[in-house]
């Protein structure tokens, strides 16, 4: 009897959390994509766009195959015109290389959709927000951060994104990883409200996020597009889009009636920049020391030759008195 009572409220509770997750009010069904995928995405009915070498299965969009030379994407084909959102993006990044695959894939909200490029699949100098997914290092110097590597960059088309470096010198925040070959369900969460934009992740299927960076003064325009985009070139892997959730978040009232159509995508400086500027103020401040140090050393010497002198001098004239 009581196992009966509590597998009925266990049903009414599973009913419960499908209903709501199915239906939340504040998804936008045009910016999301979750299976069955429609059939045919390049018609002009269909919210969503294929690009390049990605294709479509019943069970994952593929961006790239697990195969040299490959670039895709998947471009929302309906501009957002809502100023803060969240997104979900589940995704699986596997292949057969170990030690060497990569190079992973970009998610962007950006000004020009259904364009190829060198970026991991889109274009150079691009302009919006890009979080890169990096599973490859491929900077051979000394890292601060090992790989995969979860980084964001907001560019007004002003910057040029550099493969060697893996973009650091134009990162404005990142976090490790470790999104690849796992069997689990892998998700990553982006959050742009209020201008700061906020990154998390569940890689090990517990329905948990863990945060990964939070930046404010992020400035976004409305009427850019959602893509997600990949690359292979000597190294490769699959790349798969599994669904896609976004979220509409209720904006405070300024922003709502505020024309954000024309704003220029704006970010804190570079992780490197405020490193390079640390470690010039570092280095002014270490070259202040050696100036006065310098001049501490002068005085000392000074002093101690003076004394010299006046003590010989001293001692030279102290004869004459006796
Ligand atoms: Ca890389």
């Known amino acids: 009897m009581y196992v009966n009572v509590i597998i009925f409220f266990l049903v009414i509770l599973v009913v419960n959390h499908t209903y709501e997750a199915d239906s939340n009010p504040f998804e936008v069904r045009e910016h999301s994509l979750t299976r069955p995928y429609p059939t045919v995405f390049s018609t002009s009915n269909s919210y969503w766009r294929l690009t390049g070498s990605t294709i479509a299965t019943d069970r994952y969009i593929r961006l790239t195959s697990d195969a040299q030379s490959k670039a895709g994407g998947l471009w929302s084909s309906i501009p957002v015109n809502y100023a803060d959102w969240e997104i979900h993006v589940q ?168 024309n954000r159509n024309h704003i220029v995508p704006s970010g804190p400086i570079p992780m490197v920049s405020q490193a390079n500027d640390t470690m010039s103020q570092t280095t002014s401040w270490s070259a202040l020391k050696i100036f006065f140090y310098t001049i501490l050393m002068i005085l000392i010497c000074i002093t101690g030759l003076a004394s010299y002198f006046y003590m010989k001098h001293y001692r030279y004239r102290k004869p004459r008195f006796y």
């Not at 491929?138 to 973009?167: C, F, K, M, Q, T």
Request: with cysteine; hydrophobic share 30%; glycine share 10%.
């Open 91 to 258: 995704f699986r990044v596997f292949g057969e290389g170990v030690g060497y695959f990569g190079d992973g894939f970009a998610i962007w909200y950006a000004r020009d959709p259904n364009v190829d490029g060198p970026v991991f699949g889109y274009k150079d100098y691009f302009h919006g927000l890009a979080i890169v997914m990096d599973t490859y290092g491929n900077y051979v110097g000394p890292r601060e951060h090992v790989y995969p590597y979860i980084s964001a960059i907001v560019n007004n088309g002003s910057l040029h994104y550099d493969h060697d470096r893996d973009g650091t010198d134009i990162n404005i925040s990142g976090c490790e990883s470790s999104f690849r070959g796992l069997t689990t369900d892998t998700v990553v969460a982006i959050r742009y409200e209020n201008n700061r934009l906020t990154v998390s992740t569940d890689t090990e299927g517990t329905n948990t996020w863990t945060p990964c960076f939070t930046i404010n003064k992020i400035h976004l325009p409305t009427n850019f597009y959602f893509g997600f985009t990949a690359a292979t070139g000597q190294l490769s892997d699959n790349h798969d889009i599994i669904s896609v959730r976004t979220y509409r978040l209720d904006s405070n009232e300024q922003r709502q009636e505020e």
